[in-house]
Each structure stands twice: as structure tokens, then as C-alpha cells.
């Protein structure tokens, strides 16, 4: 997906100009909009104190967040396949662009999916430039409900994130019994459970159920 989606973004920096065929993302949320907006009245002020535009456009002013993003994956790519190659005992790579980068990395995934702390790392953050390119373009993230109660808060807000292959509790008041978690010093983090925790939670979740209808059942 990162592969796929990356490019668009040089698209997506001076608006007005898409390349032929290339869908127009949905607006964006009411939050993103209006920093759309005071990004543009900046990037209006710098052009016309500086003169800055982007080369080979008119006048539209650059899409800062585009920027910001562009530069956040860039230099994420960069650090990951650094990171790959140190630990698989690969010669440092050449420089190359985004693309060509994720492609060299993709060659090598059979000895990363060899060690398990290499792959959960290169999964972790492959899915979160991934999330950050989508939203940056305009696409909307996957939500599912999920049957059944938190096992924490007890609350029907669980959720799953099959882009992220995550399971979250959206409860705000929910706390997870790790006092080390997130969910309980920071007002935006929500307990999470990737795949293979939440598909092992879940069966323990369920075999405790089916114990106690049982033992309900021979009283």
C-alpha cells in the first residue's frame, strides 16, 4: 500500500494539477480542513514575503501537511531499511528514492520474517506510514464493530482496524489492568490488542464463558 501510495503524495502537494486519471480524495474532517486552511494563508504569506511556489505550478500555494509528510515517511523509510540491513548483517545500502528503497526491503523479507523482533518492527512501521499516506490523501481507515464486551471495561466498544490488524477499545474511561500501558496517562491512547493477542484473548474469553454456562448448567 505504501509502495503503491507514496508517489501520489508529490501529486498531492500543489493542488490543482492531478495526474490524469488520478481519483480526487474525499474531503477531508472538519479538524484537518481548517488546518488545511491556516496552512494555506501561511504558505500565502511565504509566497508572497518569499516568492515561493512550487516549481513548474502557478500560484497554489504548497500543502504543508503533504510536506510534513512526505518528509516524516521519507526519513522513516530511510531509518527502516537502515535498520533491516544492521540487523540481517547486510552492507549499507546505496541512496535511493522512497519506492526503490520499500522494494529493496521487500527483497529481503524472508530473513526478516526470521526474526521475530525485526518483523514486528518492520510491520509496525511499514503500517504506520502507511496510515499517515492514507490520511494525507484523503482515505478513510477501515472500522468494524466487534461482538462481545472489553475484557477490561466491559463496554460494547471494541473495534477492529483491519489496516492496522489491530483491535481497540474506544471506551475513554477504559484502563487495562498494565499500569506501564498507555491508556492510563494519556487521554488519546486506547488499549490495543494486535491479531494474534486479540485472537488469543478472545478464545480465553470465550472457553471462560462456556465454563461458567457449564458449570450454571449442572447446578
Not at 540487523?87 to 520474517?113: C, F, S, W, Y
Request: proline content about 9%.
Amino acid at each position: 500500500m505504501l509502495l503503491k501510495q507514496f508517489p501520489e503524495l508529490a501529486t498531492e502537494l500543489a493542488p490543482g494539477r492531478a495526474a490524469p486519471g488520478r481519483r480526487t480524495p474525499p474531503p477531508p474532517p472538519a479538524e484537518l480542513a481548517e488546518r488545511l486552511h491556516e496552512e494555506r494563508e501561511e504558505a500565502l504569506r511565504l509566497q508572497q514575503r518569499h516568492g515561493l511556489v512550487a516549481p513548474g505550478y502557478s500560484a497554489a500555494p504548497l500543502r504543508l501537511h503533504i510536506s510534513d509528510t512526505i518528509r516524516d515517511i521519507s526519513d522513516g523509510v530511510v531509518e527502516l531499511e537502515e535498520a533491516v540491513r544492521d540487523r540481517l548483517g547486510l552492507p549499507r545500502a546505496r541512496r535511493a528514492p522512497v519506492p526503490e528503497r520499500l522494494r529493496r526491503i521487500a527483497a529481503v523479507l524472508d530473513g526478516v520474517a526470521a526474526d521475530p523482533v525485526l518483523a514486528g518492527h518492520v510491520r509496525d512501521e511499514t503500517r504506520r506510514m502507511a496510515r499517515r499516506c492514507a490520511r494525507a490523501l484523503g482515505d478513510t481507515e477501515v472500522v468494524v464493530r466487534v461482538s462481545g464486551r472489553c475484557p477490561w471495561c466491559d463496554s460494547v466498544s471494541l473495534r477492529a482496524f483491519p489496516d492496522r490488524g489491530a483491535v481497540l477499545c474506544v471506551n475513554p474511561a477504559c484502563r487495562c489492568a498494565d499500569p506501564l500501558c498507555g491508556c492510563h496517562d494519556d487521554p488519546a491512547y486506547r488499549h490495543t490488542w494486535d491479531e494474534r493477542e486479540w485472537e488469543r484473548t478472545a478464545g480465553e474469553r470465550m472457553t471462560a464463558e462456556h465454563t461458567a454456562t457449564d458449570r450454571k448448567d449442572a447446578r
